[in-house]
């Protein structure tokens, strides 16, 4: 499986696009996405074959807020 060497969370906030690919503009998109554990484009889970690393968070709005505010300040 491809790896991607994991930046520092220190000073997040101030990048100006996220995700290994830059597909996302904002740390309130990146937080969705790993809630919402999002299928590719063969209907799996993302990852290899069946297998995922993603799982769905079940995040309420406010938990991802909450998240968001504290990546804002670290």
């Known amino acids: 499986m491809g790896t991607f060497r994991t930046p520092s969370l220190r000073q997040i906030s101030k990048k100006t696009i996220y995700g290994h690919a830059g597909q996302f503009q904002t740390l309130y998109d990146v937080v ?43």
């Open 32 to 74: 969705y996405h790993y809630n919402k554990a999002p299928s590719d484009v063969r209907g799996n889970l993302t990852g290899q074959g069946n297998l995922s690393e993603i799982l769905p968070l079940d995040l309420s709005d406010q938990d991802i807020a909450d998240i968001v505010a504290f990546l804002s300040i670290i």
